[in-house]
Each structure stands twice: as structure tokens, then as C-alpha cells.
């Protein structure tokens, strides 16, 4: 029946290279299976198009956890600049500084309007919707119905393509944990009055990132060189068809089929997926219980639209955040801002206008002509280019990019969870897609470590689910995991 190795990882992205890397460096046999022929990182690759490079959604290098930056250092120890945070915020044909300066935004808002979102703020303060359950509900107690209207509605409800009434309140409670009004007006007044940043302010409002100077593929390139240095096997192009259990043995058979048909089997001890949650549950055999509870886990798909040509004017933003709901684009990345060695001849512009899709629909499905011609006519209603500013574009589609909060989708994941732990042990969910959970990069490599001590431990000794539950933890990295057993705010909580 062949060898049987220590671990299988089932996806070259952060959290199956850092795993694959921590194992591999700690004398551990494992195998890493790549759906993807050319690229490693899955959506945190570095994407290139005649020379010109570019981020498939824009990946910021930023962690308070030291093992993350670390690792971060150790991967690729000479090839990180130093990037500020610029943004803005496209409403109503108007620019607004993000995070919000106070003054801009009371200019451009006007003082009635402005006027209108405070009253609606303390509104929501004085008469709060007690234990709420949707976005809309989440947001609106935070911030008022006002500014939920304004910053909020139209740019979620893009990316996610369902109304924000139908979106569970764990992705705000998730993704703006810790920014409050109160907080958003006083940094915006910090800004409006150039003050020094405060030392407490959210991560939300952090103002640099290190970034990779030819873009976040570099570090799982990096990774996957020193990883098979290391002992470690990368096999890519081959997409995995069965995870089959067996219970008398504990051994697990995975079946996987390359670009060119090929059949191949490998057996392992452990499987560690960061592949979609839905398909793994449909590729296992025996069959499990909780199957329907996958299938009804959604993804949220995106394309980039990236337009190439002569600037007529320079903006420093990394990003726009398109929240006017006459155009479709939700984002606009500026990959000069990001490096300038992302361009080919260091004097183009390379914007990526960010559609939000769901995979076989009339946008995932239009021509490529069709697209491009859609992105030139919005950049220049938004008006940060022109049509015949444009010299070439390309696609680039993405599928699950997302894994999507329903209201239904966290008792999904328990039940699935549930089951998984009785009847498949040795099967690691890590990562993004893996935990059908929207962690940052740095969390999604926090699971792949803390997966990977495990297995090396031979126990549990870390909840890595608990990653990222936590506004402390989010930023805590290991230590923080250690300090779980002094202080029960902080998660994962060490399980020994």
C-alpha cells in the first residue's frame, strides 16, 4: 500500500505552508498537495501580467504576534519595505480619508447631514437593538443608522451580495472589533490636527505595513523553497479527489489527480486542510453525517479587474474603497502604492478594480472584453483615469475568495466540527477556507502553527479555533496562548 508519512497538507497558502514549514523544520515528514499548477499562496499569491505584478486583494504584512513577524523575518529576512497606510473611502463623488478624518468629513458630509448622523448615533445609543443578530443590527448599535447607510450598506452588501440584514453580526463583531465612534472621531481628530498617534488606538486604524517589495507570493515562494530544503515535498497540479478514514487502522488515504488525469494515493497519520470546508466534507469517505451542513456553507468569488496605462495624475492610495452604489466595482487597488517594484517600467499606473461575484454568474461568467470595457467606463466615473488612458488590461478570477457569515452558517461549522472530532481524528482544519472562517493572514498562519505544535506535541495543547475569537488574542500570537492559562479573556486557550 505504499509509505505511510507523518502529515498530508492539503493547500500551499499561509496556513498549510506554515504548518508544512514548522513541521518540516522540526524533522517531521510531510507532504504539501497544490490544486494550482504554477502558484503557491493560494489568494495571498502574487499574480504577474507582461511583468507588471499584482496582489490578488491586497495583502497588508501586519501582526502584534511575535511568532508571526518571526516567521515573517526568518522567510524572507532582506526583502520587506516599509509601506504606509493610505486609503479612502468613494461616496457620492466625493473622497473621504480612511480612517475618517473628523474635519474632511464634516466638510464633505455638510454640517446638516452631519448633524443628522449624530442625532441617529445617540439615537442608537438611548434605544440600542438588545442581542443582535444581523450586520445591520451590529453596526447600526455602534454607529448609528445614519453612518451605517453611509460607510457601510452599499460597500458590504457589494461584497458580499446579500442585504446586511441577512449577514450574521459575527463579521462585524469580527472584522471591526474595538472601533467605536468614539474612537473613529477621536483618531479622525488626531488626524485632522496632525497629533501623535495614540498607543491604544484599534488595529483598525493602523497607519504602516511591511509588504514584500515584489508582493506577498515572495513569502510563500520563499517558504516553499526552505520547506523542501528542510526535508518537506511540495507536489503541485494535483487537486484531491477522496480523504478516506480508516477507523481500525487511523491511517488516512488521499486520492488525488493531477493536470494530466494521473491518479496518485498517499497515506498519512494526519491531513491538514485549508482547502474550501465544502468540498472536503465532499470528498470524505466514509461519508459523513453532517454533510448537509456543508453543503449549505457559501463563498463569496471575486475578479480583478487590472487596467495598465499612463497616469495622468498620481494618488498615493494602496487602495479606494468604492462604497457609491452607481458603479459595480467595490474596490480600486493601486499597485504602484503598494511597491513600486510591481511595475514593469517603474512609470505606468496598475490599478485592480475589485468585482465581487458569485462563481457562474453573469459577472464571473462575462468575456473578458466585456469586463475590461465594464472597469474603464467606471474608473472614469470615479475619476482616476480616463478610457484612452488605458494601454492594456487583463482578468484575473478568483473563486472562494470568501467563506460567507449567514445566519445559518455558524451552527453549520459547529455540527460539522462536532462530527469531525468523534469520528475522524487526525483530519486539522486550518486556514481561511479550511475553518470556513475570514481570518487575517497573520491568523490564518497562527492556525497552521498551532496545528502544527500540536501534531508535533502529540496532543492538543492549543484550541486553534479559539485564534482570532479575541480582540487581545487576535494580536497575541503563542504568548498569548501561553498566557491563556493565567487570564481566561485571552484565546486559544492551551487544552492540556
Not at 499548477?37 to 504576534?65: C, M, N, P, Q, W
Not at 508571526?68 to 520587506?80: R, T, Y
Not at 451605517?148 to 453580526?169: L, N, P, Q, R
Not at 523553497?225 to 487537486?239: A, E, Y
Request: hydrophobic share 45%.
Amino acid at each position: 500500500m505504499g509509505e505511510i508519512i507523518e502529515s498530508i497538507v492539503i493547500g500551499a497558502g499561509p496556513a498549510g505552508l506554515t504548518a508544512a514549514h514548522i513541521l518540516a523544520k522540526n524533522g517531521r515528514e510531510v507532504l504539501v498537495l497544490e490544486q494550482d499548477e504554477t502558484y503557491v499562496g493560494g489568494i495571498s499569491r502574487t499574480a504577474s501580467y507582461k511583468g507588471f505584478l499584482f496582489d490578488i486583494g491586497g495583502h497588508r504584512f501586519f501582526s502584534k504576534s511575535k511568532e508571526i513577524v518571526d516567521l515573517w523575518d526568518e522567510l524572507l529576512p532582506h526583502d520587506f519595505i516599509e509601506r504606509p497606510r493610505l486609503s479612502r473611502i468613494f461616496y457620492r463623488e466625493k473622497f473621504y480619508a480612511y480612517p475618517l478624518k473628523a474635519f474632511e468629513a464634516l466638510k464633505n458630509l455638510g454640517l446638516f447631514e452631519s448633524a443628522r448622523c449624530m442625532a441617529s448615533f445617540a439615537f442608537a445609543k438611548a434605544f440600542p437593538v438588545k442581542e443582535p443578530r444581523s450586520f445591520h443590527q451590529w453596526v447600526r448599535n455602534q454607529f448609528g443608522e445614519r453612518l451605517f447607510g453611509i460607510f457601510f450598506k452599499t460597500y458590504t452588501e457589494k461584497v458580499w451580495g446579500m442585504s446586511c440584514d441577512d449577514i450574521s453580526a459575527d463579521w462585524a463583531a469580527q472584522r471591526i472589533k474595538g472601533l467605536s465612534l468614539g474612537a473613529a472621531i477621536i483618531d479622525g481628530l488626531r488626524r485632522s490636527l496632525k497629533l501623535r498617534k495614540s498607543s491604544s488606538a484599534a488595529k483598525t486604524l493602523i497607519e504602516s505595513f511591511r509588504y514584500p517589495r515584489r508582493g506577498p507570493g515572495m513569502m510563500w515562494e520563499a517558504a516553499a523553497r526552505k520547506m523542501q530544503k528542510l526535508g518537506g515535498r511540495l507536489r503541485m497540479g494535483c487537486k484531491v479527489e477522496q480523504l478516506a478514514f480508516d477507523e481500525a487502522s487511523g491511517i488516512w488515504t488521499v486520492t488525488t489527480r493531477d493536470v494530466n488525469g494521473a491518479s496518485e494515493t498517499h497515506r498519512a497519520r494526519n491531513v491538514l486542510s485549508s482547502a474550501p470546508l465544502r468540498e472536503v466534507m465532499n470528498a470524505l469517505t466514509p461519508t459523513p453525517l453532517s454533510l448537509f451542513n456543508a453543503r449549505a456553507l457559501a463563498y463569496r468569488d471575486f475578479l480583478t479587474v487590472v487596467l495598465i496605462g499612463r497616469p495622468q495624475e498620481e494618488f498615493p492610495d494602496n487602495w479606494i474603497y468604492i462604497h457609491d452604489p452607481s458603479v459595480k466595482v467595490g474596490r480600486v487597488q493601486n499597485f504602484k502604492s503598494w511597491s513600486p517594484e510591481m511595475i514593469a517600467d517603474g512609470v505606468s499606473i496598475c490599478l485592480g478594480l475589485e468585482y465581487f461575484c458569485f462563481e457562474g454568474d453573469g459577472l464571473w461568467n462575462a468575456a473578458d472584453a466585456d469586463l475590461i470595457a465594464l472597469a474603464k467606463d467606471e474608473i472614469e466615473k470615479i475619476g482616476l483615469m480616463t478610457a484612452e488612458d488605458v494601454r492594456d488590461a487583463c482578468v484575473v478570477r478568483q473563486a472562494k475568495a470568501y467563506p460567507v457569515y449567514d445566519d445559518s452558517y455558524a451552527a453549520n461549522v459547529q455540527a460539522i466540527r462536532l462530527e469531525l472530532a468523534a469520528r475522524y481524528p487526525g483530519l486539522h482544519l486550518v486556514g481561511r477556507n479550511g475553518m470556513h472562517k475570514y481570518n487575517n493572514q497573520d491568523h490564518a498562519m497562527m492556525t497552521g502553527m498551532l496545528t502544527a505544535l500540536n501534531i508535533i506535541a502529540g496532543r492538543a495543547l492549543y484550541d486553534v479555533w479559539g485564534v482570532n475569537e479575541d480582540a487581545e488574542y487576535t494580536e497575541a500570537g503563542v504568548s498569548g496562548a501561553e498566557q491563556a492559562l493565567a487570564s481566561e479573556r485571552l484565546v486559544p486557550k492551551r487544552v492540556a
